[in-house]
């Protein structure tokens, strides 16, 4: 059942390690306490990979895996950081209507990845998202701040080629 | 009170009782797949759901979590209660695999079962299934297969709440949802101690052991309630026998193990019964090729009688001695000391407590008047508010004690922990006290100096029901928490923290164990843990007391049965008057009157020849004991040795002849455990081989020896122990079996057939009379670092394995996960020697040199080391030192001096 997802080398840095050990010491002792720590690892680090999360485990003697199973419960926590691109398709009902899961499904093909999740070269993250108010160009997905309308699956690789 | 009517019922029922636990107290059954006693309510299986009409309004609620309210009308088995709880079962089933033919749960299954009595066979809520995850068998005994899981959530609440191990949880949302350790990696890589409880917890076959492959649950032939054969907790559980072979077990909601096991119980428990290589007939040893031959048993046992009676005639009793086997029941330890005494005619008779807990046994019987634990398991983990932890690892030596020790600390029970290791314990503790080994008796007189200091000593306590105290106040006066902290290597200010938490706790008891006993000052390290309690009144009441946890299974009944050299059954001692006489009477031979020599001194006996014929019981000394080389030396010393056991071990290697007995599994008898327990054992299979029961065995030397010695039952033989020993005086099989005692075991003293047994001694009055402060003076070890051997080696045990390994060794899957020889060092000492984890090293000290694998960390402190005694491909014990306590004549195992070198 091992999953065999590989992920974006972690690459946290002594300062942030030093901050996250501060906002456990400010939580010390406090009941209830796990969730407002996670919260504010992931805006230390952007997200909550598995070392920040024994980082945790072991200061507040909490087993990582009740750890594991609250980060994967709440959709706020990730998992993965965001690429250099963040790509976010539209599934909103136009993009929808017009086919926009095809182009979510290619891109998953082309990157390897599920939602929500991030290549191992940390180049590109995926997400869906609900409407970007282009409907006009439907469907569209964007890729940072740029828009990328009408498209087809058959167009997805080029578009990513652009992207270095 | 509150009242209600359930399915008419009028019930009254204490405030904030749950619906259902009111309907279980008045006998009627709801059902649910989530519940677990002693745990919050889960809620999420939703079949407990009932309907509750209070002040005209009807709901539909689960009975699990909703406290009864004063006038609920509730119906358990309406038609709306019926329909409702067919709509959940058919949900159950839109993601259940349902392959009942196949599945290892058929027949053992609540779902199942709930199915067939809703009438539900199948879901009309086709759709997605998890049936595409793949079955997580990355652990050795169980699987997890999503498939078949119903997400109720018994076994996450086992691990966390009642095993206190927080392994598994509940991983990802919604559909994804499933069971794990880790959302990264699989079952095996986390923190799994692989207990099983939540296997045993699991309504469906979604957690499976892989044995249930081999049995259906209809296919069993009967289920036999018996005592687990490894540690000294007591473990009640069923072994389970189809065609006559033991093919699993199943925990009992015993006294002290409240329906828990643990990896060791669970599963290494009958692999070695069925063992191909149990030795199956009389083995004699032929002197000219030096192989063993088979013998009939006439042929073993008249040389054996005959050879022992010749040595006896021509160097008198005492050239002879006999040792007990501390995992064998009662009545055999019985016997082998009567043998011993009667046929032999002298007192050489021990057991291995020597070296273990004698120092316990003879330590808290000086100060106290009776070596034992003092308060129950139970006691000690559900009523105290701190626990002081000296030198004991229950985590993994007493596995399930220390799982009641992890709900202590869930319940806000404080926990010092006073260990030279990071043991599991010591990251959970409020205070770590990481002690330099063999300092324990400079620890306690600290802790005594600050609590005088403080003025936290019981007065009142100390005046009424003490003596010795003028004299350790006086000692302690010298051991400031600076000079302690300076021989210990610990913290001045956390020793005194760690003092005035435990005098300031209403309710502390000490738990310790061979970390204060193995030392050559081991019975002065026993006597300080009770000067200790002793100062602030911690003894005689609930949730307090003196708590060596024992080690083997019946190393208690073995030191209760006599198989002492000091001490007849019931610590009666041979020194006292009138004792000798008793049991001279009683079995009708004249007796020694000297006491005899104790087991770790026969071995340097043997060496001189004072000693010359040595009967063993299941005890494998080469082995076990400190000083390999020297042990084996002694037994090539004897004229004649003769060992009752299950395996060729290597002790029987050196032996004469060699008589096989049975296993706990083949024999009637009781295990006393460490709580002075008395608990049944029963037969559940008969091994094919000219095996014969152990009792029989010595019985028939006995007569042989020319004692006139009927063949008695087990039940019979503990009717006379019950006829010589008066702690015993109101045990027996017939009462162990009767309703009145219904499992609980009796705890002794037990004076008479109507006393309900003594959970907790020494209240209002000392076995001694007053309780002695024992004026303890620290004493470096034996054997300290030097130049030539700078490093500190420790022995112990890990998880996975019971001593010798003979048992555990025999269930492959124990060593798979453990199964090599290593050595625990600190990283600094590492560096400096060159040595990575991983690396192959060569231990060394004046008695021996072994090689091992190095574990670098920073578990023990720099200057330190521990290794584990199992693996006979680096046994700790060539290299540890014989020096003996002066009182118990225990070795200090704890430490000697060790060179280490990467090999």
């Known amino acids: 059942m091992s999953s065999e997802k590989k992920f974006v080398p972690f690459q946290g840095t002594k300062e942030q390690e030093e901050q996250l050990r501060k906002v456990i010491a400010d939580h010390k002792g406090q009941r209830g306490a796990l969730m407002p720590v996670l919260q504010q690892a992931q805006e230390i680090y952007g997200y909550l990979p598995a070392e920040v999360q024994q980082i945790i485990s072991d200061e507040m003697k909490i087993p990582v895996s009740k750890i594991c199973g609250v980060v994967t419960f709440y959709s706020f926590y990730s998992l993965y950081p965001k690429g250099k691109y963040r790509i976010s398709v539209c599934l909103g009902t136009a993009c929808y209507v017009k086919g926009s899961n095809k182009i979510y499904d290619k891109l998953q093909e082309v990157l390897g990845i599920n939602s929500g999740e991030c290549t191992p070269d940390g180049k590109f993250s995926l997400e869906a998202c609900r409407c970007i108010g282009a409907c006009g160009l439907a469907p569209v997905m964007m890729i940072n701040d740029d828009v990328h309308g009408r498209l087809t699956p058959d167009c997805v690789e080029d578009i990513l080629a652009k992207y270095e | ?903």
């Open chain 2, 1 to 903: 009170m509150v009242h209600l009517k359930i399915d008419g019922i009028p019930v009254e029922v204490e405030e904030n009782t749950t619906i259902l636990q009111a309907a279980r107290q008045y006998g009627i059954e709801i059902p649910t797949l989530c519940h677990l006693e002693d745990v919050l309510p889960n809620g999420s299986c939703r079949l407990c759901v009932v309907e509750v009409t209070n002040n005209g309004r009807t709901r539909f609620i689960t009975a699990c979590t909703m406290p009864c309210t004063e006038g609920d009308e509730v119906q358990t088995k309406s038609e709306q209660v019926i329909k409702h709880r067919k709509t959940t079962l058919d949900l159950m089933l839109s993601d259940h695999r349902v392959h009942c033919f196949s599945c290892e749960a058929n027949g053992d299954c609540k779902l199942q079962e709930y199915c067939f009595e809703y009438g539900v066979d199948a879901t009309s809520y086709e759709g997605k299934r998890n049936d595409d995850i793949p079955i997580d068998d990355s652990n050795k005994f169980f699987t997890y297969d999503r498939s078949l899981c119903i997400l109720c959530h018994r076994c996450v609440n086992t691990c966390q709440e009642i095993v206190g191990r927080g392994a598994i949880d509940t991983l990802n949302r919604g559909f994804n949802t499933k069971i794990g350790a880790h959302y990264l990696y699989d079952w095996d890589q986390g923190i799994c101690e692989s207990c099983g409880n939540c296997v045993q917890a699991c309504p469906t076959g979604a957690l499976s052991m892989k044995r249930r492959k081999k049995y259906r649950p209809y296919q069993v032939e009967k289920k036999v309630l018996t005592t687990c054969p490894h540690c000294a907790t007591g473990c009640q559980y069923y072994l389970i026998v189809k065609d006559g072979k033991i093919v699993d077990t199943e925990a009992y909601d015993g006294p002290s193990n409240k329906g828990l096991l643990c990896v060791k119980g669970r599963n290494g428990s009958f692999d070695f019964v069925h063992s191909p290589d149990r030795i199956k007939y009389p083995l004699i040893k032929n002197k000219e090729t030096g192989e063993f031959e088979r013998a009939s048993w006439d042929e073993a046992l008249d040389l054996v009688a005959s050879k022992f009676m010749e040595i006896k005639k021509q160097y008198g009793p005492d050239s002879l001695a006999g040792f007990a086997c501390s995992r064998s029941p009662n009545e055999d330890i019985y016997m082998v000391q009567k043998m011993v005494r009667t046929c032999f005619g002298t007192n050489n008779t021990d057991n291995c407590a020597r070296v273990c807990h004698s120092a316990s046994v003879a330590g808290l019987y000086m100060t106290l008047g009776s070596g034992a634990m003092t308060n129950p398991i139970e006691d000690i983990t559900r009523n105290s508010e701190l626990i002081m932890l000296v030198g004991s690892n229950p985590e993994e030596a007493h596995p399930v004690v220390g799982m009641q020790i992890r709900q202590a600390l869930k319940r806000g029970c404080k926990l010092i922990v006073a260990d030279p290791r990071d043991i599991g314990f010591a990251k959970q503790a409020d205070i770590h006290l990481k002690l330099k080994p063999g300092t324990n008796v400079a620890f306690a007189n600290g802790i005594m100096h600050v609590i005088i200091e403080e003025g936290l000593q019981d007065e009142k306590f100390i005046a009424e029901r003490t003596e010795g105290y003028e004299k350790i106040k006086e000692i302690v006066k010298e051991y400031t928490p600076e000079k302690v902290a300076e021989i210990c290597h610990i913290d001045a200010d956390d020793l005194r923290k760690a003092a005035i938490m435990y005098a300031k706790a209403e309710r502390a008891p000490i738990i310790y164990c061979l970390g204060v006993t193995e030392h050559s000052t081991g019975t002065e390290g026993v006597m300080s843990m009770s000067n200790m309690a002793l100062l602030v009144g911690k003894l005689g009441r609930p949730g307090c007391g003196v708590n060596p946890l024992r080690g083997q299974n019946n190393v208690q009944g073995a030191c209760d049965m006599g198989a002492q050299p000091t001490d007849f059954p019931g610590y009666q001692k041979v020194a006292a008057p009138g004792v000798v006489e008793k049991f001279e009477k009683a079995w009708g031979v004249p007796l020694s009157h000297e006491v005899g020599t104790h087991a770790t001194d026969v071995f340097p006996k043997a060496i001189t020849k004072e000693i010359r014929g040595l009967y063993i019981y299941g005890e494998d000394p080469v082995v076990t004991d400190p000083d390999t080389s020297h042990i084996i030396k002694a037994l090539e010393s004897l004229d004649f040795f003769v060992i009752q056991e299950l395996f060729m071990t290597e002790t029987a290697q050196y032996a004469d002849v060699i008589l096989p007995g049975v296993s706990y599994a083949e024999k009637e008898g009781t295990f006393s455990n460490t709580e002075r327990r008395v608990q049944r054992v029963r037969k559940a299979v008969t091994v094919e081989g000219e095996m014969r029961l152990d009792t029989d065995i010595i019985i028939d030397l006995m007569n042989r020896m020319g004692y006139p010695q009927p063949h008695l039952t087990s039940a019979q033989i503990m009717d006379e122990i019950a006829s010589v020993t008066p702690s015993f005086a109101g045990i027996s099989h017939e009462r162990l079996d009767s309703e009145e005692v219904a499992g609980k075991g009796l705890q002794w003293p037990c004076p008479s057939k109507d006393h309900p047994g003594t959970p907790i001694m020494h209240v209002g009055k000392f076995t001694r009379g007053l309780a002695w402060f024992y004026p303890a003076e620290y004493v470096p070890s034996a054997e300290v670092p030097d130049d030539d051997y700078p490093i500190i080696l420790m022995t112990g045990r890990i998880l996975y394995h019971y001593t010798t390994r003979a048992m555990t060794g025999r269930t492959p899957e124990l060593m798979e996960i453990e199964g090599k020889s290593f050595i625990e060092m600190n990283i600094e000492d590492a560096n400096k020697l060159g040595i990575a984890n991983g690396d192959r090293v060569k231990v060394s000290s004046r008695r021996g040199s072994i090689e091992s694998t190095a574990r670098v960390g920073t578990k023990t402190s720099p200057g330190e080391s521990w290794m584990p005694f199992h693996f006979p491909d680096g046994n700790a014990n060539w290299l540890t030192n014989a020096a003996l306590d002066k009182y118990a004549r225990i070795p200090e195992y704890k430490v000697c001096a060790v060179k280490i070198e990467k090999a």
